[in-house]
């Protein structure tokens, strides 16, 4: 069973307006952690941001906020204000365990986002 | 700090031939994690070195080894490379300290192999 599921293989969102990336996960684990990564044609894997499973308040990172939904498993990222350079593509990932495990973390297939202006 | 530098960016090989990439971390960063992205794909974990010793790998065959050193520098070598073996090849490392939750990715070497 996959572990990380993004379902939207590509969205599109006019830019300034707000768009959610879809992510849901598969885990037994109490502790684990959710990232999101942004991916420019370039190829280096950008950090946005990061949920700790027992954090209660959803993160935020300037326009990345997390949408957590523990019980239904879901970490979908919610970008506002949408810019021209917010093109690439995104992945959901989850490092299960505590890192004291390692630094393994399993990633979704990704969700190519394209901002028109 | 100066992040994570992987070199070369992009080379190209033959089939059967060995391949070494490498990695250059941050400075208190003592775990480093290696990861293949093939086309269209997420990346998928190779192995993890702490303190120069390998200590987690993913679904990928011994032909597939790395090296730590102290100086925060890693390796990456495979040998007798198969044409599946094209991809992005990324290294990731973190911070040894309580709360350090970002895994910190370079920009990673592009394979070819024909």
């Known amino acids: 069973a996959q572990k990380i599921t993004q379902t939207q293989p590509g969205m599109f969102v006019q830019e300034k307006e707000a768009v959610t990336l879809d992510c849901t996960y598969d885990?037994?684990?109490?502790?684990?952690?959710l990232f999101w990564y942004k991916q420019p044609s370039s190829g280096e894997m950008i950090f946005l941001i990061y949920?700790?499973?027992?954090?209660?308040q959803n993160a935020t990172e300037g326009r990345y906020s997390l949408n957590f939904q523990k019980a239904r498993k879901s970490a979908n990222l919610v970008i506002s204000a949408s810019q021209l350079g917010d093109s690439a593509m995104y992945f959901c990932?989850?490092?299960?365990?505590?890192?004291?495990?390692?630094?393994?973390?399993?990633f979704g297939a990704g969700t190519i986002l394209r901002v028109k202006s | 700090e100066t992040g994570v530098t992987q070199s070369p960016t992009h080379l190209i090989k033959t089939r059967g031939q060995q391949v070494t990439l490498r990695c250059s971390s941050q400075?208190?960063?003592?775990?480093v994690s290696w990861y293949q992205q093939a086309l269209g794909q997420g990346p998928q974990f190779i192995f993890q070195?702490?303190?120069?010793?390998?200590?987690g790998r993913g679904n990928f065959p011994p032909r597939f080894s790395g090296l730590q050193f102290p100086n925060y520098s890693s390796e990456l070598n495979v040998n007798a490379l198969e044409l599946d073996d094209s991809a992005l090849y990324l290294c990731?490392?973190?911070?040894?300290?309580?709360?350090?939750?970002?895994?910190?990715f370079g920009a990673g070497s592009r394979l070819t192999v024909l």
């Open positions: 400075s208190g960063h003592n775990t």
């Open positions: 949920q700790g499973s027992y954090d209660e």
């Open positions: 990932a989850m490092r299960e365990g505590s890192w004291e495990y390692g630094n393994k973390l399993v």
């Open positions: 990731a490392s973190r911070a040894d300290r309580a709360g350090a939750n970002v895994l910190t």
């Open positions: 070195y702490y303190r120069e010793e390998e200590n």
């Open positions: 885990t037994s684990d109490q502790s684990y952690g």
